[in-house]
């Protein structure tokens, strides 16, 4: 799993919010919030730092790994 989709999923439970529930809160659909929990590796960027928003956070560009 990638490390945006573990942070989000930590970080939603440990708000104590459901799936629909951070879905409704961060103005995302359902499916999208589900599909970036289980690691979807083509989700749109703007939604994303959507996500991360919710917990004061958002994705920036960086070096991969190569490992």
Same mark, same amino acid.
């Given at each position: 799993?990638?490390? +945006?989709? @573990?942070? +989000? $999923? !930590?970080?939603? $439970? @440990?708000?104590?919010?459901? !799936? @629909?529930?951070? &879905? *409704?809160?961060? %103005? *995302?659909?359902?499916?999208?919030?589900?599909? *970036?929990? !289980? %690691?979807?590796?083509? #989700?749109?960027?703007?939604?994303?730092? !959507?996500?991360?928003?919710?917990? =004061?956070?958002? &994705? #920036?560009? =960086?070096?991969?790994? @190569?490992?």
């Amino acid at each position: 799993m990638n490390t +945006i989709a @573990e942070f +989000i $999923k !930590q970080k939603r $439970k @440990e708000a104590g919010l459901t !799936q @629909e529930e951070f &879905a *409704l809160h961060s %103005g *995302l659909g359902l499916r999208f919030v589900r599909e *970036l929990e !289980q %690691g979807k590796e083509t #989700v749109r960027m703007d939604k994303v730092n !959507q996500a991360l928003a919710m917990f =004061g956070m958002k &994705a #920036v560009p =960086g070096r991969k790994d @190569e490992n």
